[in-house]
């Protein structure tokens, strides 16, 4: 297992490296860059941007496009001081070739040095570190919230294939499965958070103003009365999946010769159940908590995060790739992808530590 462990880290290296290399000439095709911006800022009367002009110590961490460079050039032959435009691309670190800034970028990555943002004038780690608290408890309580309901509930729907409950519980799965998480968050404002109906529920943040003046137990209440509503849409759509894979793979453990030659035994069904088949059922439910969670901790809640107004990672991508913030799109880009490495790698383990028949060494290819 150590021999594997330290062959798939060595690989995440160049699958890194690829993943930021794609996305960085990509982005150059991508027109509308950080000195577009400005310069349509500088060309409006924007105080704001004269001043961040002006200033120095821009990010090095910069991928402007050719097709923006261009449109600024064009821009400064109708108008601005060409020696202005040069200001801008020396601040933003886009006055070096592509290949350079790359090198640079991927140089200062590898000691975790993001850069500063280009408008916020804070660092990518700070605001990161500031996000990561949202982020983190809607992906872990919504992926605990899924799996406390999902497993038992399959395993009671392959014990009980094809009764009723079997029917109904199915039907109410893929109605839930078809219904977007954001529409389900909409319905859910407007029933308990004061749109419509009731008033049970706050619709922003992830805690109220005074939460650092309540005692712990009121804290702990706050926290989780802030959180219900968006745990709960993300719930809704996550849990059809899971509970399928949960019972097919019941069902098709319970079919095995070992099943049958316990009950020849005269173990009891419940000894049978959770004694033989849970194990091998759980494996493959089991080793995919970690898929599961980077899966809702980085892509599954942004529309949630705008919806009651959470500041968390997603939205702080989301509003990047708006505003054209090389430094924050490249640094989350980095994180989200290392993570996402590192948790497939956690994955794979934990299918060898649940079962050790299962030896993804001595595979080959």
Do not use: C
């Not at 670190?93 to 592509?98: E, I, L, M, V, Y």
């Not at 088949?277 to 995060?305: C, D, H, Q, S, Y």
């Amino acid at each position: 297992m150590l021999a594997y462990a330290i062959r798939r880290v060595l690989l995440m290296v160049p699958t890194l490296l690829g993943i930021m290399v794609v996305n960085f000439f990509v982005i150059q095709a991508a027109p509308g860059g950080p000195i577009d911006q400005m310069i349509a800022q500088l060309k409006g009367g924007g105080g704001g941007a004269a001043a961040r002009a002006g200033g120095g110590g821009g990010s090095e961490v910069a991928t402007a496009t050719s097709a923006s460079q261009a449109a600024a050039q064009s821009r400064a032959s109708r108008g601005l001081d060409p020696q202005l435009i040069k200001q801008l691309e020396k601040q933003y670190g886009f006055d070096k070739p592509p290949v350079e800034r790359f090198l640079k970028m991927m140089g200062n990555y590898l000691r975790f040095d993001f850069g500063t943002s280009f408008y916020s004038d804070r660092s990518v780690v700070g605001l990161i570190a500031d996000k990561l608290p949202v982020s983190i408890s809607i992906g872990l309580w919504t992926t605990l919230v899924t799996y406390l309901v999902s497993i038992p509930l399959g395993i009671r729907k392959a014990v009980r294939d094809g009764t009723r409950f079997d029917v109904w519980t199915s039907t109410v799965i893929v109605i839930g499965n078809a219904i977007p998480s954001y529409l389900f968050a909409v319905l859910l404002i407007v029933l308990f958070a004061g749109g419509s109906y009731f008033q049970l529920f706050p619709l922003r943040g992830l805690v109220s103003g005074d939460f650092w003046s309540l005692d712990w137990p009121h804290r702990i209440l706050d926290y989780f009365w802030h959180i219900a509503l968006p745990i709960l849409s993300l719930t809704i759509g996550s849990f059809a999946g899971l509970t399928m894979l949960t019972k097919n793979s019941f069902l098709e453990e319970i079919s095995k010769q070992y099943v049958t030659t316990a009950r020849a035994k005269g173990l009891s069904e419940r000894r049978v159940l959770y004694g033989h088949v849970f194990r091998n059922a759980m494996l493959i439910v089991v080793a995919g908590f970690p898929a599961a969670l980077v899966g809702i901790l980085f892509t599954g809640a942004l529309l949630i995060e705008v919806i009651f107004s959470l500041d968390g990672l997603g939205l702080l991508g989301f509003q990047a790739a708006l505003s054209r913030d090389y430094p924050v799109m490249f640094g989350t880009l980095y994180m989200f992808t290392l993570i996402g490495l590192v948790l497939k790698l956690i994955s794979d383990l934990t299918y060898m530590l649940i079962d050790p028949r299962i030896d993804f060494a001595a595979r080959r290819g």
